[in-house]
């Protein structure tokens, strides 16, 4: 799908324009063109270069997907690799890369599936084209990763409960069950912290590094992204600090039950000891044993198996092994 968006000051938006209109329209100076390709045809890509006449290899970024947000400049335009995230309803970490085109009068926008920030600057262009397509590329692409990078928090707040819940599960879960969240919740984290920190790198270096596609009064407006940013990659490094503190007390505790279950079979055994040995011995089949003709062998036996084991008992006690 293709959504153009083409603003002239003090003229009405247009929109859905031809091909022709978008070609014409990068040659007016005092107009600003937005495309976004959403999920797009191999014809519609093709506007890419009968258009734009991007280079092959930031085209080649945009079909094959690659894993790591960065940032090229191409002398005509800035190329950027970015990445949202989002969350199914069972809970599985979904990464989606948006790749952008930043012009002095036109900004392209593509990716193969939808994605919410995308959607909700669509909606405020429409609304108020002036206050987002009126002040140039540079502010459009802003809004554009500003909502992007708005989007981590719900994500954060997410993983947050979730760890709240490993924490408290810990002591009364299935270890089966347990493992398996908290392998996913670290492997997430994982992914989160692999996209976020090179994405923080790419928005730092609009910041630091002059460019003629973003202007110098506008440079402020892309800290605060940064800024966001750093915040972002901060609660994920936490994250990444907990989990496995959350797996080595879980490993501590599950050796801990593990040493007094150990421990309580111990005091069993050798409590039973005496009263095996006493049977074993007058389980014997000898013809000539003591006590064996005696009425009150049998009761004997008993009492001093019961003794000795209350004995034993009590020295265990004494040494506080139980």
Wanted: aromatic share 12%.
């Amino acid at each position: 799908m293709l959504s153009t968006f083409l603003y002239h000051k003090g003229k009405p938006l247009e929109m859905n324009i031809s091909r022709a209109q978008m070609f014409h329209a990068l040659q007016e100076k005092e107009a600003l063109l937005w495309v976004d390709f959403e999920d797009p045809t191999e014809f519609e890509t093709d506007a890419l270069i009968e258009i734009f006449n991007f280079h092959d290899l930031a085209i080649e970024d945009c079909i094959s997907d690659i894993s790591q947000p960065k940032v090229d400049d191409y002398e005509e335009y800035l190329f950027l690799v970015t990445h949202t995230v989002s969350l199914k309803p069972e809970n599985e970490l979904v990464a989606t890369e948006l790749d952008v085109f930043l012009g002095k009068n036109f900004v392209v926008t593509f990716h193969k599936t939808p994605v919410r920030s995308i959607e909700q600057v669509r909606e405020s262009v429409q609304k108020k084209p002036e206050a987002f397509l009126g002040r140039g590329s540079d502010l459009l692409m802003h809004a554009i990763l500003d909502q992007l990078v708005d989007s981590y928090s719900p994500v954060l707040e997410q993983y947050d409960q979730r760890i709240d819940t490993l924490e408290e599960a810990m002591f009364n879960t299935h270890s089966k069950d347990f493992l398996e969240m908290v392998v996913q919740a670290k492997r997430d984290i994982f992914q989160l912290r692999r996209i976020v920190a090179p994405q923080r790198d790419t928005i730092n270096y609009l910041t630091r590094t002059p460019t003629a596609f973003i202007k110098p009064k506008h440079v402020i407006y892309f800290r605060d992204i940064y800024d966001h940013l750093f915040q972002v990659y901060g609660m994920i490094e936490s994250f990444h600090e907990m989990v496995p503190s959350i797996l080595q007390v879980y490993y501590s505790h599950s050796s801990h039950t593990l040493n007094e279950s150990i421990k309580r079979m111990t005091v069993m055994a050798t409590l039973t000891m005496p009263t095996v040995m006493i049977a074993s011995i007058y389980g014997m089949n000898f013809q000539f044993m003591p006590e064996l003709d005696w009425r009150y062998g049998y009761f004997l036996s008993l009492g001093l198996m019961a003794i000795v084991s209350l004995g034993m008992l009590v020295w265990m006690k004494f040494k506080k092994w139980i």
